[in-house]
């Protein structure tokens, strides 16, 4: 069985300073896992995704993640944040290579930008 | 591209009312989900598609829940019954197959059961 536990439900940082998004995995199997982002109103949208190639990967926006498999970890992080990142984050893991099915989100953390 | 339409996107119904929400991925793609967001919550697969085939309903309650995909286009997901506990954000996503494509999702559908 898989699954995905993001560590912080709301996180808050001022413009310009760096963001740090935590996520842990567990599964059973190579994962792949990917980072989506989710404005209000709006749908879900794939920044980043691993699927056992380079273990540092570069997303949409500024955004990267890395994967580290000794402590079963998926970080995103930006260096530096903007207003128009504010929005909701889900860390997301799939057991079958290449990850199209039998996604498994995290409950999500709540990124908010302070002027 | 188009993306993935869904409609409607905002519905209000009582308990025990019977709803349908609409679906039509993005051409070409021949797998579609339907996943439910409940407030606070991420997303949760309700039902795979390919083509016009169920993957997995593995988590559907088939007691009041179901789903169809006529032709392998579009998909249309039912509840009926309704209960208090169905509030919640439907998202339709779809991928060009199965393997190593990225899922786009729709702006989903909000339901309120009062």
Known sequence: AQSVTQLDSHVSVSEGTPVLLRCNYSSSYSPSLFWYVQHPNKGLQLLLKYTSAATLVKGINGFEAEFKKSETSFHLTKPSAHMSDAAEYFCVVADSGGGADGLTFGKGTHLIIQP | ?114
């Open chain 2, 1 to 114: 591209e188009a993306g993935v339409a869904q409609s409607p996107r905002y519905k209000i119904i009582e308990k025990r009312q019977s709803v349908a929400f609409w679906c039509n991925p993005i051409s070409g793609h021949a797998t579609l989900y339907w996943y439910q967001q409940i407030l606070g919550q991420g997303p949760k697969l309700l039902i795979q598609f390919q083509n016009n085939g169920v993957v997995d309903d593995s988590q559907l309650p088939k007691d009041r829940f179901s789903a169809e995909r006529l032709k392998g286009v579009d998909s249309t997901l039912k509840i009926q019954p309704a209960k208090l506990e169905d509030s919640a954000v439907y998202l339709c996503a779809s991928t060009r197959d199965r393997i190593g494509y990225e899922q786009y999702f729709g702006p989903g559908t909000r339901l309120t059961v009062t």
